[in-house]
């Protein structure tokens, strides 16, 4: 059996592609995404870590600011 043929077997092809629509809301989804991601890591780093949420957004701090690339 061909390479081609087996892999079609396994999945079919889409029927349409992505629209303009559909890849606009999907990018603006990760930056919109990004951004909250942002906000919540540097408003994490200011947070102090006092009581229960103190400790939990420590954690978050944590683990957020000293995240290697």
């Not at 999945?11 to 942002?38: D, V, Y």
């Not at 006092?50 to 000293?66: H, P, Q, V, Y």
Request: hydrophobic share 40%; charged share 15%; aromatic share 12%.
């Amino acid at each position: 059996m061909p390479v081609k043929e087996t892999f079609h077997t396994i999945r079919k092809e889409q029927s349409a592609p992505s629209t303009t629509q559909q890849k606009m809301f999907k990018a603006l989804l990760f930056l919109f995404s990004g951004m909250l991601l942002c906000l919540i890591t540097k408003y994490s780093d200011t947070v102090p870590a006092n009581g229960f949420f103190g400790n939990i957004w420590s954690l978050i701090s944590d683990i957020t600011t000293r995240l290697g690339i």
